[in-house]
DNA sequence: GATGAATGAGAATTCATTCAT
DNA sequence: CATGAATGAATTCTCATTCAT
């Protein structure tokens, strides 16, 4: 049973971040991973179930800390529209920063089996209620249409950045990401406000 | 190498959408195949390359339609407003009428290593570049905000048509996807027409 | 069941000989020489019971003349040393004047089963007693030791003869072999003399 | 990739003797050789890095067996016509001692790809360069011919003695190899000796 | 006679996981 | 705690041969 934290817990998981990276999904063996982080393979299994354990553990980490950031980013917003921008440029923000990470979740994790992804879906649960959050406040506080599905609109916002995000790690991660956090913004903002009076 | 046409050339494609829609990606042998599409297995590499040929050849096959069927109903809309309302609309209708399908495209062939991805993105580009164009005719026509960001525009379609078909095929196809189609119309139509005078 | 000769079988032989000196033993599929021959895959079964045949026929084929050739040859030969001469002599011209055919034989058909190289050591017998004929004659006329142990005096023909064809055949022929016929057969008719009152 | 030496590696090696002189190069797979050593499939692959290399380990590791054999009888002999005898009686004397690598070597291992034989010759060379060390002394110590063309006495030699090892063989290793030094040797003696004076 | 589309058996290799030390 | 040698299940593709036309 893995039984977490400890200094090399840490450790594989960046190595897996590392190794998934450079190789791709299906390059990134459990014993690369072993080395990379400096351990023995055996030692893996004293940290993690198997190793679909380490990928799950990978993105509840990395996510974790992704949806923190945000999520504090956010109190700082004082409008509906500021808390729109703020989640959209974190968004791009943080993934521009970390580009290693970005290729693993927009591209190497997609290749895991459906099995898999059902439980990593389980970890972006957090963030994409925290997502529809945002919507059912603009709709209370009539920032946005009172007819909006809020699911639908989760999905619009959450299949856009993905989309937006992941064109831009095929293209190499060459051009900057950040910049199209407003126009982004912008589409969004119009798109859920039809029909409120101005 | 693989001499394609002929009615078994057909026959395997069916099969393989079949067997990768009940057994997922990766337990889809080659054998199993074949004995659903009622051949040896020998058979079906007098019609394809190798097992990645089956799988591009599939989505070449069913996009090319999807495409088609898409394109031809876009000639019969008047304004772009009908355009972007038949393109979300006809996406939703076809993927809705073929589950199966739809399981394959969503989930199943994503696992894919990246070297098929890149091959099936060639096939995207058609798509890709037809709801580029109502974007385009959009903006020409003073429909669409002057501001707008083609390829953004674009981006936010096609990402957003995606996730709304993905949460549905992971829920298991089992709410209407189809009546999703005027909402996330709107949204998208609003979200183009900023600043647009009225 | 083969029935042999019509213009086609000698197409096929012909065929298979280019294939496999071409492509190499392990890559002369049976639809290739077809092809080669510019005959439908079946037709080969018209002429041939197995692929293992074609190889048989070919050797049987090739081989008879080559054995013809040389015993013609004999017979103008006058002395026991004379005809040792001439079989050194018309083993390697006829190699060097078809060096498609020498590949074929020193190189490709040597990687066959064991089973069809004992079949091609029936077809070698007659060539194997022709030479162990010269050496019984000249024990028989003196020429040679009378000690001299026949079967292994032939091995030692073969053998010399054999390896330095390969030899050569391995260095992409590019050198004369027929050159080597004059010192060959010196070292072994000494090799055989041995012992013999001059 | 295969890190050598280690008990598993001898075990495997003789059991790839043992399994190709059974079952026939053809039939030889790496399950059967793994069973017979006594391991799982997987374990073949830390000591080699496919079966080719099983093979080429093999070959290596038995000649240089052999030759280095050869090559300590060889400081015994003090003339050359002894190192002679002693070539060929110890040629002989190994194969007849090991009968089941003798068949694999005669018969199984030639009919391996072109790509692997040539691998099969480099490690040949280190004997076929003892031959011809033994023809020059000879030639310097005027014990030969002084006309003796060096490659070509080699080759007489090892084409001699491979004929006849090979011979036996195919007799099923039926009568006694050893029997037939005396005679070779003296052959090949009188056939390098040739105008030498005695 | 001639065709060629269809057949289907057969094998090397990888890699997640274990467990004796 | 940590190690790493050993395990063994699982799958694509080739090609000699057949037989309906």
Chains 1, 2, 3, 4 share one sequence.
């Not at 459990?30 to 179930?49: H, M, P, Q, R």
């Not at 109190?75 to 509906?80: D, L, M, P, R, V």
């Not at 970005?102 to 649960?125: F, G, M, P, W």
Request: hydrophobic share 40%.
């Amino acid at each position: 049973m893995g039984k977490k934290r400890g200094p090399k817990y840490e450790q594989i998981i960046e190595a897996a971040v590392r190794v998934i990276a450079r190789n791709g999904y299906h390059h990134a063996q459990v014993s690369k991973i072993a080395k990379d982080a400096g351990v023995a393979d055996g030692t893996i299994y004293l940290y993690f179930n198997n190793k679909e354990d380490i990928l799950i553990s990978l993105f509840e980490e990395k996510m974790s800390y992704f949806v923190e950031k945000i999520r504090m980013q956010l109190k700082e917003a004082e409008t509906i529209e500021d808390q729109l921008k703020t989640l959209v440029t974190m968004h791009f923000k943080q993934l521009a920063a970390n580009q290693e990470y970005a290729v693993v979740t927009q591209l190497e994790l997609r290749q895991s089996s459906s099995a898999l992804r059902q439980r990593i879906n389980e970890v972006l649960k957090d963030y994409l209620w925290l997502i529809e959050s945002i919507i059912i406040r603009g709709k209370e506080k009539e920032a946005f249409s009172p007819h909006l599905n809020e699911k639908l609109a989760r999905q619009m916002i959450f299949g856009t950045l993905d989309e937006v995000t992941t064109n831009w790690v095929m293209k190499d991660c060459k051009y900057d990401l950040e910049a199209f956090s407003e126009p982004i913004y912008e589409m969004l903002l119009h798109g859920f406000k039809a029909g409120v009076k101005t």
